[in-house]
């Protein structure tokens, strides 16, 4: 769980120069931010917050889903998304240890209530998000 603190005092679309930015202002988060990937919301199984749609699903190394361990041991089942405008990267990136090879990560969070879902991936030309799916599910109806 991260320090509540942390997250009221990050903006919730952080933007680093150079990273999406389109020269007329607006960068890639911002367009990520209003699009819908279509297909059925996922939220957040702790608050319920929006966090991306089936829609939004891509593969990577040839599939959606993925198992993987961290250097402390703890291992994790997560899908492939290529937007999450529901989650806040926090922290440093890193390519330390990265699941992808050529990938930059950097651990998400709920914005909702800061309930640990993933990681961001990145290069300089791609970006996805490996949110851990049993803390994912399909919206009610509405």
């Not at 990520?32 to 939220?43: F, I, M, Q």
């Not at 209530?113 to 399909?138: A, V």
Request: aromatic share 10%; with cysteine.
């Amino acid at each position: 769980m991260v320090d509540r603190r942390m997250i009221d005092a990050t903006p919730l679309w952080c933007y680093q120069p150079g990273d999406g930015d389109t020269g007329a202002g607006e960068t890639t988060i911002q367009r990520e931010r209003a699009t819908d990937g279509g297909g059925k919301h996922l939220v957040c199984v702790k608050c319920g917050a929006a966090i991306t749609t089936d829609g939004d699903r891509i593969e990577k190394d040839g599939r959606h889903e993925h198992d993987s361990v961290n250097p402390h041991g703890h291992g994790y089942h997560y899908g492939c998304f290529a937007r999450a405008p529901g989650v806040m990267p926090i922290g440093e990136q890193s390519d330390h240890w990265s699941w992808f090879p050529g990938y930059r990560w950097q651990t998400a969070y709920c914005a909702g209530c800061g309930e640990h879902l993933g990681w961001m991936f990145l290069t300089n030309s791609d970006r996805f998000y490996g949110l851990i799916l049993d803390r994912l599910e399909e919206a009610g109806d509405e």
